[in-house]
């Protein structure tokens, strides 16, 4: 299940994140030419890198559209349903990419941007929730961690498609372009036989069979009581209770640092630069003075380096924890972008320096994929209830899409602007994210939903008298006719 829903949904993000970066020159090419052929003037350097800019921008405000009609979409239809309705714009996008040269248009390649971002920013809400539902607790993180390492599967395939002697050559690059409906069409055949979320199913639909049926078909055996009484407790709190909307939860004190913490978990996972390196490799690998013939091949190990980090990450989830593996990366990426400043500082005056920036820039995309890049997906399922969920899920992903616009719009710029200082911001906020998560987030690991509530109410209440009042307090389940 995790395999046919993940080729379809977050391999693509990642997919459509690095393809991006072979075809940049050929594209910008089409761009003059076009606009040599209409209107009989050929752009500025400045004009060309502004619109190929918008064009790889573009995607994130797919993204957050498609984050914000994912909530309403999981609510309606279901989370598999869901995932693949988002298949529509996917194959849409994949025809538009594909006709833009014979069209002999880079709009139809702008609107292709937007429609493969708003497949990737539906699929970046509701496969986590999906995993986080379906799985039992001692495996939760650990498949919903999944989620980035189908990401970081995503950029790896993206990189090495992207090669010149496969379809990044000049001939092809719509083909390329359009070549993210492959793993769309191998969801669309697969998923189907698989079932929909259990908890879905007995709490926003209340058909108990059916998700008895559908976890017996995900355990491949009988269910133990335990998990049943935990799904039937939460039903019975959520019963009579309306999905919650987007809105509803910043004015909501219980739930106030929850999402305090997503916002800020979600922003910082694109504010810290790292989905950056695969938009714009090129610029960052010519800046720490790499020899350009030799950068899409070392484009590819950045791929490979989150990868195999977010594999390892998987593992080491259910043991060392989410905060220490959050807390842990952003502190480790803090101190790579120190190091990369220094190497590129003296580049020109040490000449093994280059090879220093290089190995920094890996060891941040190390640093990232082993915490930031698979437990920020996690989180929203662990502190927020069923009611809450898909609207939690449309805050983080509304504010990750927007800060990777705003990042994508100004990383060429601020490389540019800042040289060898382009990563001390990204330093800043990896600094300032380590802060909060040590100071203010509780570990999840292994804790059922009242019992993370209850160590998160110590914030969201902190400064209110409560003399006086009931205090919920974690018991044993007693149903009527056990009593």
Request: charged fraction near 15%; charge should be neutral.
């Amino acid at each position: 299940m995790v395999t046919c829903t993940a080729i379809g949904g977050t391999l693509q993000y990642g997919y459509n994140l690095a393809i991006m970066n072979a075809p940049t020159t050929y594209i910008q090419t089409f761009i003059n030419e076009t606009f040599l052929e209409r209107w009989g003037m050929e752009l500025e350097l400045y004009e060309v890198t502004l619109i190929w800019t918008f064009i790889v921008s573009i995607f994130s405000l797919g993204g957050l559209t498609g984050a914000l009609i994912a909530g309403p979409m999981s609510i309606r239809f279901g989370r598999k349903k869901t995932m693949l309705l988002s298949n529509i714009f996917l194959m849409l996008s994949s025809l538009l990419g594909l006709t833009s040269r014979a069209a002999k248009s880079f709009e139809m390649i702008i609107l292709s941007r937007i429609l493969v971002g708003i497949n990737a920013g539906i699929s970046m809400n509701v496969q986590p929730m999906y995993f986080g539902e379906s799985a039992p607790k001692h495996l939760r993180g650990a498949v919903s961690l999944s989620s980035a390492v189908f990401t970081a599967f995503g950029v790896v395939l993206g990189q090495i498609v992207g090669l010149r002697e496969i379809l990044g050559s000049e001939p092809y690059w719509q083909y390329l372009l359009a070549s993210n409906a492959v793993p769309g069409f191998i969801q669309l055949l697969t998923l189907p036989w698989f079932p929909e979320s259990p908890r879905y199913l007995l709490i926003d639909r209340g058909d108990k069979e059916a998700c008895f049926a559908a976890l017996r078909r995900l355990r491949g055996c009988e269910v133990t009581p335990v998990e049943i009484e935990e799904m039937l407790q939460e039903q019975a709190e959520a019963e009579g209770v309306r999905p919650r909307r987007m809105w509803e939860l910043f004015s909501d004190r219980s739930v106030r640092w929850q999402v305090i913490s997503v916002a800020i978990i979600s922003s910082a996972m694109q504010l810290c630069g790292n989905d950056s390196i695969y938009f714009y490799a090129y610029y960052v690998f010519q800046e720490a003075g790499i020899d350009p013939n030799a950068i899409q091949y070392i484009t590819i190990g950045t791929g490979t380096c989150e990868f195999t980090a977010c594999i390892i990450s998987s593992l080491l989830i259910e043991r060392q924890g989410r905060r220490l593996l959050l807390m842990g990366g952003y502190v480790l990426m803090a101190c790579w972008a120190v190091v990369f400043t220094v190497a590129l500082s003296f580049e020109h005056k040490v000449t093994w320096m280059p090879y220093l920036s290089m190995a920094c820039i890996f060891t941040y995309i190390l640093s990232f994929g082993m915490g930031p890049a698979g437990v920020t997906g996690v989180l929203p399922t662990e502190i927020f209830n069923q009611t809450a969920r898909p609207a939690a899920y449309m805050i983080a992903g509304s504010l990750m899409w927007l800060n990777l616009f705003i990042v994508g719009m100004i990383f060429p710029f601020i490389v540019n602007g800042l040289g060898q200082f382009c990563f001390v911001p990204f330093c800043a906020v990896c600094v300032l994210t380590a802060l909060y998560i040590g100071l203010f987030l509780p570990e999840t690991k292994g804790k059922t939903l009242p019992v993370i509530a209850s160590e998160f109410n110590r914030l969201n209440f902190r400064n209110q008298d409560r003399t006086g009042q009931a205090e919920y307090k974690l018991g044993e389940v007693q149903h009527s006719t056990a009593l």
